[in-house]
């Protein structure tokens, strides 16, 4: 024998057929209207953040790279100021040498006229004298010249450091400029759909917003699920779930301080 499915009257008189399937029971949540818009906003803030995020990021290099550009200058700067500095004092040893050797050259014909031996001796004293003088002058000039080639090299090769370095940071600037042109037009569009989005949020609440967006890698408003926050995954309390479901209050995460909404 079969069983049909059973049927009757309810306690209050309705007639019910039990084959027909019994409703299922609804478990929805309200999000707070404050909420719902500061949720919009942040997924324009977040679309703006990724366009700028480069952007942003090019002071920072220009400024790094920058410095040491100016650190290469400084030592071009430096190496072209000592050769400068030895190839004038090589010039004044040599012009030294050059006096030196006119000066025996006049004592030497001034042996030829002197009336006495005494006054001879002491020519030729003078005359070894100054040739000592010389001496010492063109050995100190010859090592200045052969300096002057070592700090020409180095200069060279400072010279090449820089100017290589400056085609980097050229090049860098272009293309900063490039990025900065390319970007401009999808952020500049972003930031007019945002400024009406603030429209009806309490001034405190777009502050602590602000605050926590800059503060909170960029989730201010932060779903719940399973009664845990979603961006600290701390366990939120049984009031605060309770809040959340009826969308009467703007909930804050008591860890991470987020605004939190529930997910379903």
């Not at 997924?43 to 920072?60: G, M, N, R, Y």
């Not at 410095?67 to 010039?91: G, H, M």
């Not at 400024?195 to 609440?205: A, C, N, Q, S, V």
Request: hydrophobic share 35%; aromatic share 4%; with cysteine.
């Amino acid at each position: 024998m079969t069983v049909g499915p059973r049927s009757g009257l309810s306690p209050g008189g309705l007639w019910l057929d039990s084959s027909a399937p019994l409703p299922a029971a609804r478990h929805t949540n309200t999000v707070h209207p404050h909420v719902k818009k500061l949720l919009e906003l942040q997924k324009v803030d977040q679309e703006i953040s990724s366009l700028t995020k480069d952007i942003d990021a090019l002071p920072a290099e220009e400024a790094k790279r920058r410095k040491k550009l100016d650190e290469l200058e400084r030592v071009l700067n430096e190496r072209r100021a000592r050769l400068q500095k030895t190839e004038l004092d090589s010039r004044a040893l040599d012009k030294a040498v050059r006096g030196s050797d006119d000066e025996i050259k006049r004592l030497n014909e001034r042996l030829n006229i002197v009336r006495n031996n005494a006054e001879y001796q002491a020519t030729l004293f003078q005359i070894e004298a100054v040739r000592k003088d010389r001496d010492v002058t063109q050995d100190e000039c010859l090592k200045l010249l052969e300096a002057c080639e070592t700090q020409k090299a180095e200069t060279a090769t400072a010279e090449s450091a820089w100017s290589e370095e400056k085609k980097v940071f050229d090049a860098f600037l272009a293309e900063a400029d490039k990025l900065r042109q390319s970007r401009a037009g999808g952020i500049a569009a972003a930031r007019e759909r945002r400024k009406p989005m603030t429209e009806g949020i309490p001034e405190d609440l777009l502050r602590e917003y602000d605050g926590l967006y800059k503060t909170r890698e960029h989730q201010a408003v932060c779903p719940v699920e399973k009664s845990y926050c979603q961006g600290c995954y701390n366990k939120i309390t049984m009031n605060d779930t309770a809040k959340l479901l009826g969308g009467s209050a703007v909930v804050r995460c008591g860890s991470c301080q987020r605004i939190l909404y529930l997910t379903r």
